[in-house]
């Protein structure tokens, strides 16, 4: 068997907190157990939201953790044509149709939510005519490009992915994937030719990564993933699923919920061991 690879992947739009830290350990954790190797990636692709300085502060906080990785880190704003080429084999397959709805429009006719809690896409722009979208990317209407869920099921039949667990030497088990919980997801953002679902799936077989391991907050999405690996033709790698960490009110903690940083912690006096305490370590 070739030799287990992991990755840490976080998107530098702000600090690394503790529930990043975790999700960190325990893939380093889990890279030791099985004899193989953690690798990091920067999940940059949100252009607005994700800065150099938060990169390089990412480096620092891991390297003071004590964790390091092979060069060279794989970053995702540098690879935007190869994501770009794999939502082209989608559309070649005829699985891409141009989505014009803003997020309004989509809220106001939508038939309910996604495992994130997000509106489903009602499927208003599945039903566009051929010289309809023609007619509106042709007059530069914004636009983003989605899955078509049902084709996209309807060819790759009933799937599956390989889930270890609870801890990652545990016996691997199947489970079934249930994409059509997510609607047809967008694969290529109105200000970008991707989408972390498209990005991901790409990056995890160009690293040939053996364990996805992740937060339980990522375990339904694994579905999408799941089922873009099939049409795509790549490999799908063992998951695991992580607990998260939670603040006093059980919430996740989140840059939204102004959970502390890692620099705030470790300004306060805390030590990486007081992180892998913190992290059940
Ligand atoms: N970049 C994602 C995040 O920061 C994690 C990537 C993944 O595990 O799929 O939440």
Redesign the pocket.
């Known amino acids: 068997m070739s030799t287990p690879l992991l990755r840490f ?3 530098p739009n702000g600090h690394l907190h503790l529930g990043h830290a975790l999700s960190a350990l325990v893939t380093w954790d889990a890279a030791a157990r099985l004899g193989g190797t953690a690798l990091l990636r920067i ?1 940059d692709i949100d252009r607005k939201r994700c800065k150099p300085e938060f990169t390089a502060a990412i480096l620092e906080d891991l390297h003071w953790l004590g964790l390091s990785w092979p060069q060279p880190v794989l970053i995702q704003s540098d690879r935007f044509d190869l994501y770009a080429e794999a939502a082209n084999r989608l559309r070649d397959m005829d699985l891409l149709y141009p989505c014009f709805c803003t997020r309004t429009e989509i809220a106001a006719a939508s038939p309910g939510t996604d495992p994130d809690g997000a509106p489903l896409y009602p499927g208003t722009c599945r039903h566009l005519s051929n010289a309809e979208r023609i007619a509106r990317l042709q007059r530069g209407d914004p636009v983003q490009f989605r899955l078509d869920g049902q084709a996209a099921l309807a060819r790759t039949g009933p799937l599956s992915f390989t889930v270890i667990g609870p801890t990652i030497l545990d016996r691997p088990q199947i489970r079934y994937a249930r994409p059509e919980r997510w609607g047809d997801v967008v694969l290529q953002r109105k200000d970008l030719p991707t989408s ?1 679902h498209l990005s ?1 799936v790409v990056d995890d077989a160009a690293q040939t990564i053996t364990h ?1 391991t ?1 937060g339980r907050d ?1 375990e339904a999405a694994t579905d999408i993933h799941v089922l873009l690996q099939m049409l795509l033709g790549l490999p799908s790698p063992y998951y695991h699923f992580h607990r998260l960490m939670r603040d006093q009110a059980g919430e996740k903690l989140s840059k939204s919920r102004q959970s502390p940083s890692l620099r705030d912690l470790r300004a306060q006096g805390w030590t990486p061991d007081d992180v892998r305490r913190a992290g059940g370590f």
């Open positions: 992947a976080p998107s999940e972390y991901v996805v992740r990522l």
